[in-house]
Nanobody, 122 residues
Framework: QVQLVESGGGLVQPGGSLRLSCVAS????????MGWFRQAPGKQRELVAV???????NYGGSVKGRVTISRDYAKNAVYMQMNNLKPEDTAVYYC????????????????WGQGTQVTVSS
């Protein structure tokens, strides 16, 4: 199986910064795109940042300019630096990975982490 484990969430004041981390483990061949989605109470899950996809990183409109993701391909990890956080950024943040696999126990497809809570409040 493929497992995605997130870390780095927590409580931060408006204007503050957080860095989220996600590491993929298990049996698979490679990861195409990797990144983050979020879901606030009563709202649908939305894109935060995912990449690279055909060489591009896609950012959600509400976070563009405040978020940067980076990948460590050797560690199968993705990191997201979030700056100038706002109360509306409060949500559960989910790590996402598009996995390629030749192993029957972990088929190719989209995988999700359990989520990490980010709360922006004074």
């Amino acid at each position: 199986q493929v497992q995605l484990v997130e870390s780095g969430g927590g409580l931060v004041q408006p204007g503050g910064s957080l860095r989220l981390s996600c590491v993929a483990s298990g049996r698979f061949d490679s990861i195409d795109s990797m990144g983050w989605f979020r879901q606030a109470p009563g709202k649908q899950r939305e894109l935060v940042a995912v990449g690279p996809d055909r060489g591009r990183t896609n950012y959600g409109g509400s976070v563009k300019g405040r978020v940067t993701i980076s990948r460590d391909y050797a560690k199968n990890a993705v990191y997201m630096q979030m700056n100038n956080l706002k109360p509306e950024d409060t949500a559960v943040y989910y790590c996402y990975a598009a996995v390629r696999s030749s192993y029957l126990s972990s088929p190719s497809g989209d995988y999700w982490g359990q989520g990490t809570q980010v709360t922006v409040s004074s």
